[in-house]
C-alpha cells in the first residue's frame, strides 16, 4: 500500500475545481465544507459525486437531510474556500447566502458560478472519508459577470485565465 504522503502528493499534483458542499441540520442550521472531490457520473439520470471526511459534522447534517447543494466557486472565492475549510463555527455569518426554498440548503450565491441540488442517491464509506453520490434535481448559475472557475493543485489556489475570443483566429 502507498505510503499516505506520497499518496497526496499525487493527489496535490492533480488540479481541481473548487466546491463548497452545503446542507441544513435537522434544525434548520446551515452547514458547509470546501471540498474539491466532485466528480460528473451519469448524465440519466444526472448524478455526480462528493467525497467527504467521515467524520465531518457537515456529512452528518447532509445524510440526515438527504439533501445538499454544491456551489461551484469562481476565481473571486478564494477567502471563501479558505474560510469553509477551516472549521470555524460561524462561518456562515461572514458569507452572503439564500436558503434553496424548496429543499431550504443555502446556496452562496455571491461566491459561486453555479450551483447544483441534489438528492442524495447513495453513499460509500471508503477509509476516512464517504462518498456520497447526489442526483442533481436542479442546476442554477448566480454569477451575472463573466467568472472563471477556483481551482485547488500544487497547495494553493488558482484559476486559468479567461480563454481566448474565439473569434481572433487562434
Known amino acids: 500500500m502507498a505510503d499516505p504522503a506520497a499518496f497526496r502528493s499525487l493527489m496535490t499534483a492533480h488540479p481541481a475545481g473548487?466546491?463548497?458542499?452545503?446542507?441544513?441540520?435537522?434544525d434548520a442550521t446551515p452547514w458547509g465544507m470546501t471540498c474539491s472531490s466532485l466528480c460528473g457520473v451519469s448524465v440519466e439520470p444526472p448524478?455526480?459525486?462528493?467525497?467527504?471526511?467521515?467524520?465531518?459534522p457537515t456529512l452528518a447534517a447532509l445524510l440526515g437531510m438527504s439533501a445538499f447543494a454544491v456551489n461551484l466557486l469562481h476565481d473571486r472565492a478564494?477567502?471563501?474556500?479558505r474560510l469553509f475549510s477551516s472549521g470555524a463555527p460561524d462561518r456562515f455569518e461572514k458569507v452572503e447566502w439564500v436558503r434553496n426554498p424548496e429543499s431550504g440548503v443555502p446556496h452562496l450565491v455571491e461566491d459561486a458560478h453555479t450551483i447544483a441540488d441534489c438528492e442524495v442517491s447513495e453513499?460509500?464509506?471508503?477509509?476516512?472519508?464517504?462518498?456520497?453520490f447526489g442526483q442533481v434535481v436542479q442546476v442554477a448559475t448566480h454569477v451575472t459577470r463573466s467568472a472563471n472557475p477556483l481551482l485547488y493543485g500544487m497547495r494553493r489556489y488558482?484559476?486559468?485565465?479567461?480563454?481566448?475570443?474565439e473569434g481572433s483566429g487562434r
Do not use: F, N
Not at 448524478?47 to 465531518?56: D, G, K, M, Q
Not at 478564494?78 to 474556500?81: C, K, L, N, V
Not at 453513499?123 to 456520497?132: F, R
Not at 484559476?159 to 475570443?165: G, Q, R, V
Open 18 to 26: 473548487v466546491t463548497i458542499v452545503t446542507t441544513v441540520g435537522p
Open 47 to 56: 448524478t455526480l459525486l462528493v467525497c467527504l471526511r467521515a467524520e465531518s
Open 78 to 81: 478564494e477567502p471563501m474556500a
Open 123 to 132: 453513499t460509500l464509506p471508503v477509509g476516512d472519508h464517504v462518498v456520497v
Open 158 to 165: 488558482w484559476s486559468l485565465p479567461a480563454p481566448a475570443d
